[in-house]
């Protein structure tokens, strides 16, 4: 069994932010690391708790184009510099002491719900989808 | 108490195979009547057929990104990767 999250800190203690649901923040994932934008899209009673060294997100891509499980988003939206591609197919869990940054600016609760059926496609053949023929 | 949803009146003919699909539902106590069973089935077409586009375009998504959104989602699947290697499920 690992320790919760290895030679990291857990969120409180230090550096270790506590994002919230919506929030876009820059991030350092990979080994390498990679800086990159991502979504928080976990629960606040997760994001919040101290207990809990990680949260759910979904990363942005820059190259992209619309499918079931991505979505464009506006820089009017998101408040990144240019039109991006949320990919539902990559929610993943995140350790909260990669999460670098705050930025752009959170999405909205009805842009979240699209986001959340967006990510529920990518693993639920019955997911609700509408898209025309 | 049972919720009802407004119904639209329908008068219509159908085949005889599909009367009796239709009966063997009601007497199978999955439908409670000639029109909950043609609702039944409707349900269960539009979920299907939801089901079938839903798998088609996830397959037309991933057979036609182009080489520059491959090469990208390529590079945050590894990187991604990496990063969960950390996260201990046990929490």
């Known amino acids: 069994m690992r320790s919760a999250l290895r030679n990291r800190q857990a969120p409180g203690q230090g550096s270790a932010p506590f994002p919230k649901r919506g929030e876009i923040w820059a991030a350092n994932i990979g080994d390498a690391p990679l800086r990159h934008w991502v979504l928080v899209v976990s629960l606040d009673a997760r994001n919040k708790s101290e207990r809990v060294n990680s949260v759910l997100i979904v990363p942005f891509g820059s190259a992209g184009y619309e499918g079931p499980t991505t979505l464009r988003l506006e820089p009017g939206e998101t408040g990144l510099p240019g039109p991006s591609y949320l990919k539902g197919h990559f929610i993943t869990t995140l350790a909260k002491d990669r999460l670098l940054k705050r930025e752009g600016r959170s999405l909205s609760s009805a842009m979240m719900r699209n986001v959340s059926e967006m990510i529920r496609r990518?693993?639920?053949?019955?997911?609700?989808?509408?898209?025309e023929d | 108490m049972k919720i009802t949803v407004p119904r639209?009146?329908?008068?219509?003919?159908?085949?005889?195979?599909?009367?009796?699909?239709?009966?063997?539902?009601?007497?199978?106590?999955?439908?409670?009547?000639?029109?909950?069973?043609?609702?039944?089935?409707?349900e269960r077409v539009q979920r299907l057929e939801e089901r079938a586009r839903l798998e088609r375009d996830t397959a037309a998504y991933f057979a036609g990104s182009p080489a520059g959104v491959q090469k990208e989602e390529a590079r945050l699947e590894t990187a991604l990767s990496d990063s969960v290697d950390e996260v201990s499920f046990e929490e």
């Open chain 1, 122 to 131: 990518a693993f639920d053949p019955d997911a609700p989808y509408e898209a």
């Open chain 2, 8 to 42: 639209t009146k329908l008068s219509t003919t159908v085949s005889g195979e599909t009367h009796r699909y239709l009966k063997s539902l009601v007497k199978s106590g999955r439908a409670s009547t000639i029109a909950e069973a043609v609702d039944l089935v409707a």
